[in-house]
């Protein structure tokens, strides 16, 4: 596609629901990222991706949260058990392998867990 | 280890007025990129510039200059005359050799609002 689209872009969820957080990268970018953006913070590397493999997880918070991504392209972000510290937007971006002219983010999804 | 300080956390100027946000980094690395994004009300990160750590020379473009002092560890931002559609989020990131420049590590963010 023509950028990197992020759905939802909203999600109201109880806490204890498991939520699932979709990014679809630009065609042809081998790179995907997530990140996530606390109210008023920085954003904070979560994952990424080259290809189907995930070489640096090291920024996931905590066993109940998991990516996959399949065919090199969408990617899922899966937060089980929610608690309330997990509202955030969820950002992902993708880039070429050559990251060298920045990546390209899509919207997010702002979570809110209630 | 790796991390990036914007030390202004808000700016508030009036229209065509000159303003400098500051972007100082951490790295053990020689071989680095800093980047800046900005993001709008509307949420999407854009992208505005990448510099390599072996190019210390500023760059300008239109209204935006970059300022890279790799003897004070600095990557300021400066934006001439400012308009109101500059008022965003702008953000400071460092890329690291280390992680095959993977990893982008960002500042908190300095919000920037300019007024009529």
């Known amino acids: 596609g023509a950028g990197v689209s992020q759905s939802p872009s909203n999600k109201v969820t109880e806490k204890g629901k498991d939520v699932e957080l979709r990014c679809d990268p630009i065609?042809?970018?081998?790179?995907l990222y997530w990140y996530r953006q606390s109210l008023g913070q920085g954003l904070e590397f979560l994952i990424y991706f080259q290809g189907n493999s995930a070489p640096d997880k090291s920024g996931l918070p905590s066993d109940r949260f998991s990516a996959e991504r399949t065919g090199g392209s969408v990617s899922t972000l899966t937060i089980q058990r929610t608690q309330q510290e997990d509202s955030a937007v969820y950002l992902c971006?993708?880039?070429?392998?050559?990251?060298?002219?920045?990546?390209?983010f899509g919207s997010g999804t702002r979570l809110t867990v209630v | 280890a790796q991390k990036v300080t914007q030390a202004q956390t808000e700016i508030s100027v009036v229209e065509k007025e000159d303003v400098t946000l500051d972007c100082v980094y951490e790295?053990?690395?020689?071989?680095?990129?800093l980047f800046w994004y900005k993001q709008p009300p509307s949420g999407e990160l854009v992208f505005l510039i990448r510099r390599n750590s072996f190019d210390e020379q500023n760059e300008i473009s239109g209204r935006y200059s970059w300022n890279f002092q790799k003897s004070t560890s600095s990557f300021n931002f400066t934006i001439t005359a400012s308009q109101v559609v500059d008022s965003a989020v702008y953000f400071c990131?460092?890329?690291?050799?280390?992680?095959?420049?993977?990893?982008?590590?960002f500042g908190t963010g300095t919000r920037l609002l300019v007024s009529p």
């Open positions: 065609s042809g970018h081998t790179a």
């Open positions: 971006a993708s880039s070429s392998y050559q990251i060298v002219n920045g990546y390209t």
């Open positions: 990131a460092l890329s690291e050799v280390n992680t095959g420049f993977q990893k982008l590590v």
């Open positions: 790295t053990r690395d020689t071989t680095y990129y």
